[in-house]
């Protein structure tokens, strides 16, 4: 079975311009996430969705980010105007949020490096 | 809320050698517990799981048992191999809370 499938997995952009990146969630799961890690703040949560809709977005670091659901199978996360702090690995998980013991499943991430 | 507590990095051993990273966690209720293991470049991997008291969470040699009276889920191995030098993470979600609740990750190297 494919996993959670996150485009592109790298993208170097110049500062100022707008970056989208790309979440394919598992078929059958009903949530899904995307956190941010760095090696000064580890693994953060940014937003998750249940069902398509945004149930908790209080990791969002600032305006210029959002990120969207439009359907069960996939999620766009969007930095605009990007900084050069943006400089991360943001991965996408999905679950299925029926029962607790479900884990999530990450994708490989997309490191993103703004200059 | 929800808290995870993870033994601070990093741990060097030698090939075959034991392994134990600690992990603590603070929740209500009866929450999933979790390991989940990240290989250079790669995303998080589940590791083992268990989900209720006295539950062992096993796999790839791995192990982790439930405790509840401690609010413990070590992750132990018994010789560990240079191929499992990762960052490992203990997770718990609890409740009817869709979150995962991560500590900070413990990055283990293994010299042959």
């Known amino acids: 079975d494919a996993g959670v499938i996150q485009s592109p997995r790298h993208e170097v952009t110049e500062m100022g311009q707008e970056v989208t990146l790309r979440c394919k969630p598992i078929?059958?799961?009903?949530?899904l996430f995307w956190y941010r890690q760095t090696m000064m703040r580890g693994l953060e949560l940014l937003i998750y969705?249940?069902?398509?809709?945004?149930?908790?977005d209080s990791g969002m670091p600032e305006d210029r980010f959002s990120a969207k659901m439009p359907n069960a199978s996939f999620s766009t996360l969007k930095i605009q105007p990007s900084e050069p702090r943006d400089s991360a690995v943001y991965f996408c998980?999905?679950?299925?949020?029926?029962?607790?013991?479900?884990?999530?499943?990450f994708g490989d991430g997309t490191r993103l490096s703004i200059l | 809320g929800n808290s995870v507590t993870q033994m601070e990095g990093p741990v060097t051993l030698s090939e075959e050698a034991f392994l134990t990273i600690n992990c603590t966690y603070t929740?209500?209720?009866?929450?999933?517990l979790f390991w989940y293991v990240q290989y250079p470049g790669e995303g998080l991997q589940l590791l083992l799981k268990?989900?209720?008291?006295?539950d062992k969470g096993s796999n790839k040699g791995f192990e982790a048992t439930y405790r509840k009276e401690t609010t413990s889920f070590h992750l132990e191995k018994g010789s560990v191999q240079v191929s499992d030098s990762a960052v490992y993470f203990c997770?718990?979600?609890?409740?009817?809370?869709?979150?995962?609740?991560f500590g900070k990750g413990t990055l283990l190297t293994v010299n042959p």
């Open positions: 998980a999905s679950s299925f949020s029926g029962e607790k013991n479900q884990p999530q499943h």
């Open positions: 078929s059958g799961h009903n949530s």
């Open positions: 969705f249940n069902n398509n809709v945004p149930i908790d």
């Open positions: 929740a209500t209720g009866y929450p999933s």
């Open positions: 268990a989900t209720k008291a006295d």
């Open positions: 997770a718990l979600r609890g409740g009817s809370n869709y979150k995962l609740t």
